[in-house]
């Protein structure tokens, strides 16, 4: 049986199957999120934005909004046009995703506190506070 899905605010779809309120962070919608984001900051339009990196208006909306995926040399393109690397654009996404993911309710929430470890102790290589305290930080706030 498959799982029809519905569309949620702030980068994911929710599950309308009974039972199964897990919501799914979209990549393609927290990237559209920062990317106008930092077309706003900079009092830029999507017509010039779109001009200077050569994409249509219509896509680079819809890129925008999250409902299309934009090819890494896309990125880059629209990146340009914007002045800032593409290195920052992803960084940003993945700072929001972590975010995303420490807002989502945990697999074990009915677990008593005691018997949980730490993230850092469960999955090898997991991200710590002390590599990225700002993501905390966000999370407080």
Partial sequence: MYEVKK?????????TTPGRERHMILLRQLLGDVLRRLRVRQGRTLREVSQLARV?????SEVERGQ??????LLASICGALGVPLSQVLREVSDQFAL????????????????????????PGAITDTVFPEVKDMVAA
């Avoid at 249509?56 to 680079?60: H, I, K, M, P, T």
């Avoid at 989502?104 to 506190?113: C, G, K, S």
């Fill in 100 to 123: 995303a993911e420490l807002q989502a309710t945990p697999v074990l929430a009915d677990a008593p506190e005691h018997e949980r470890l730490p993230l850092s102790e469960t999955v």
């Fill in 56 to 60: 249509s208006l219509g896509y680079l």
């Fill in 7 to 15: 569309k949620v605010a702030h980068g994911g779809v929710k599950p």
């Fill in 68 to 73: 299309k995926e934009a090819s890494s040399e």
